[in-house]
């Protein structure tokens, strides 16, 4: 399993970004997939996740600005972000995991995302 994360970059506080995160291989349809976010200096934290059903979790000082969605037949896994702020920069990675068996767990490369005038 791969997951490929994009639409990272450099955007103004109050501004917008699209976050995108493919995902191929071998991939068990009830899966659940979601987003964390590294902050320099921080450990990795929860930002959203969503299952296979489009039942969704997010991180309670993000709910409101961030949304997480998903399109099954795509494989695909997106993040809206809006009123963006200068503490939301870090790198994003978006992750899959299911059990079948045994526990699979598959992270992305990150994308960064800057927030800053």
Do not use: H
């Amino acid at each position: 399993v791969q997951l490929q994360a994009s639409g990272g970059g450099l955007v103004r506080p109050g501004g917008s970004l699209r976050l995108s995160c493919a995902a191929s291989g071998s991939i068990f349809s009830l899966n659940t997939m979601g987003w964390y976010r590294q902050a320099p200096g921080k450990q990795r934290e929860l930002v959203a996740t969503i299952t296979e059903s489009g039942g969704t979790n997010y991180a309670d000082s993000l709910k409101g600005r961030f949304t997480i969605s998903r399109d099954n037949a795509k494989n695909t896994l997106y993040l809206q972000m809006n009123s963006l702020k200068p503490e939301d920069t870090a790198v994003y990675y978006c992750n899959l995991r299911y059990w079948l068996r045994q526990a699979y767990n598959y992270w992305g490369q990150g994308t960064l995302v800057t927030v800053s005038s």
